[in-house]
């Protein structure tokens, strides 16, 4: 079985650890690059919990605040492990996406107690603040990171695409689906697209995938990189596939 791992790192890295672990030695090829900011200054002083709707988020937080006493709420068990990491103790994981996010927030915290920081990405899928701001909530924003389009594909990425054999490869977010279609269309390889299946971690992430050739496209029936791996294990006749073509 031939996998690309399109996320970035140091994302790409867990996702591969959990392919060996599968048997499966996969390529990876990253089309975002994950670019930290220097510094993430805030001020603290009316925030009751912390928000992170990503893995990069704690790791952008992590050596730049030394703060790791508030609660955190984490949008999937990756990053409530990746804070935990870090030193947080009152971690919370919604195991799903913004919205189920927005959900366990509501569900466990007051408006009236103070504002929710969310720890977040230039670009960022789904629209927590907005769904907690409709309950009352103070939200706040931080930026820590930024994702960039690589301008380049692998060689080994093309090889295995141009080879004709079956490959599939792992879509994360909407944004990465796109950046992979647009370099497959600068490098001239969408003509054995028919021989590539896309696997995202949601449908929304396969959206830019549509009707390009793939042949199939499968998303996990959660939004979680346990999820998405597991749809690699799985006869094709128990997956929900979008077809392309």
């Not at 370099?183 to 549509?210: Q, T």
């Amino acid at each position: 079985m031939t996998v690309l791992i399109t996320r970035g790192w140091p994302g790409a890295e867990h996702t591969s650890k959990g392919l060996r672990n599968m048997g499966i030695d996969p390529i990876i090829c990253p089309v975002l690059d994950v670019n930290f900011r220097a510094a993430i200054d805030v001020d603290l002083s009316d925030v009751q919990a912390l928000a992170f709707t990503s893995t990069n988020g704690v790791r952008a937080w992590g050596p730049r605040r030394p703060e790791r006493e508030f609660p955190v709420f984490a949008v999937g068990d990756s990053t409530a492990e990746a804070a935990r990491e870090i030193g947080f103790r009152k971690v919370q994981s919604a195991n799903g996406d913004a919205v189920k996010l927005a959900a366990l927030i509501k569900k466990k915290l007051k408006p009236k107690r103070g504002s929710i920081l969310h720890v977040r990405g230039i670009h960022t899928a789904g629209d927590l603040a907005g769904e907690l701001r409709e309950a009352g909530f103070t939200v706040r924003e931080a930026i820590g990171y930024g994702t960039v389009p690589v301008d380049m594909l692998s060689e080994e990425a093309i090889a295995a695409i141009v080879s004709g054999a079956p490959v599939q490869v792992l879509i994360h977010s909407r944004r990465g689906a796109k950046t992979f279609l647009d370099l497959v269309k600068r490098f001239g390889v969408h003509r054995w697209l028919e021989n590539v299946s896309a696997y995202g971690i949601s449908a929304n992430a396969l959206k830019p995938l549509e009707h390009a050739g793939f042949s199939g496209l499968y998303a996990a029936p959660e939004p979680n990189e346990a999820a998405l791996l597991k749809l690699l294990d799985q006869p094709v006749d128990l997956v929900s596939s979008r077809d392309a073509s």
